[in-house]
C-alpha cells in the first residue's frame, strides 16, 4: 500500500539552528499539506499546495517558516532559526482529490518529531 | 479554533460496541463530516465521511442527525488496537483543510 513518506523521523536541533524536513507524497496526489502537532492537541495546518502553487499558507509564522514544492511532486518544510516553542510534530499529508466528496480524504505519513534545546 | 465539541474521554470495553459522539452545529449545507483517528506516535488516519446519509465502511459507521449538527461514530466491535484519540471534523472542510480539535482518547480495556 503507498505510503506518505517523511524524513527525519526524529530531529534535534539547538534554538537559533536551522532545521528541514522532507516529505514525498503517495504517488499522483496533487495535494499535499504540512500540518504541526503540539504535544496533547489536534495537528494544525501551516500550508496546502496544489502541485506545485500554494493554496492556503495563512497560518504559517513566514518569519521563520518557508515551504516549497517546486516539481510539484516532493516538498520541503524549513525552519530558520528555531525557537524552543517549535518543538512538535510535523506531518504532511497528501490528498487525491481537489473536489467534491472525498476531499477531505488525506493520507498522512508518520511525521518528523523536533525538539528544540 | 475547534469547531465541533466532543468529549475529552471515553472507555469501552473490548468487543462492545464503542460509540463516540460529535456536535458541530456550525456546519455548512455542503461540508461534510470527516472522522480521522490517531494511534500514538502515529499520523491521523482517515476512518469515514458523510453528508447527510448514514454511512458504513470496513471500519465503522456514521450516523449523522437529520438536521446535520450532530453525529456519531460506531466502532461495532472494538479491540485493544482501537485505543486512540478520535478526530471528528467538520466545519471547514471545503477544499480539503481539515481542521482538527482535541479529540477523545477512546481506551478500550480487555
Known amino acids: 500500500e503507498a505510503e506518505v513518506a517523511q524524513s527525519p523521523r526524529y530531529k534535534i536541533t539547538e534554538k537559533s539552528q536551522a532545521v528541514a524536513f522532507w516529505c514525498d507524497p503517495i504517488?499522483?496526489?496533487?495535494?499535499l499539506y504540512w500540518y504541526r502537532q503540539i504535544l496533547g492537541q489536534g495537528p494544525e495546518l501551516l500550508v496546502q499546495?496544489?502541485?506545485?502553487?500554494?493554496?492556503?499558507d495563512s497560518q504559517l509564522p513566514k518569519d521563520r517558516f518557508s515551504a516549497e514544492r517546486l516539481k510539484g511532486v516532493d516538498s520541503t518544510l524549513k525552519i530558520q532559526p528555531a525557537e524552543l516553542g517549535d518543538s512538535a510534530m510535523y506531518l504532511c499529508?497528501?490528498?487525491?482529490?481537489?473536489?467534491?466528496?472525498?476531499?477531505?480524504?488525506?493520507?498522512f505519513g508518520e511525521g518528523s518529531r523536533l525538539t528544540v534545546l | 479554533d475547534a469547531k465541533t465539541t466532543q468529549p475529552t474521554s471515553m472507555d469501552c470495553a473490548e468487543g462492545r460496541a464503542a460509540n463516540l459522539p460529535c456536535n458541530h452545529s456550525?456546519?455548512?449545507?455542503?461540508?461534510?463530516v470527516y472522522w480521522y483517528r490517531q494511534i500514538h506516535s502515529q499520523g491521523p488516519q482517515y476512518i469515514i465521511h458523510?453528508?447527510?446519509n448514514n454511512e458504513t465502511n470496513e471500519m465503522a459507521s456514521l450516523i449523522i442527525t437529520e438536521d446535520r449538527k450532530s453525529s456519531t461514530l460506531i466502532l461495532p466491535h472494538a479491540t485493544l488496537r482501537d485505543t486512540a484519540v478520535y478526530y471528528c471534523?467538520?466545519?471547514?472542510?471545503?477544499?480539503?483543510?481539515?481542521?482538527f480539535g482535541q479529540g477523545t482518547i477512546l481506551t478500550v480495556h480487555p
Open positions: 471534523i467538520g466545519p471547514g472542510t471545503s477544499y480539503g483543510k481539515l481542521t
Open positions: 504517488s499522483g496526489h496533487a495535494t
Open positions: 499529508a497528501s490528498s487525491a482529490r481537489t473536489s467534491g466528496s472525498g476531499t477531505g480524504e488525506l493520507f
Open positions: 499546495f496544489q502541485d506545485e502553487s500554494v493554496v492556503d
Open positions: 456550525t456546519i455548512s449545507g455542503n461540508e461534510y
Open positions: 458523510g453528508l447527510k
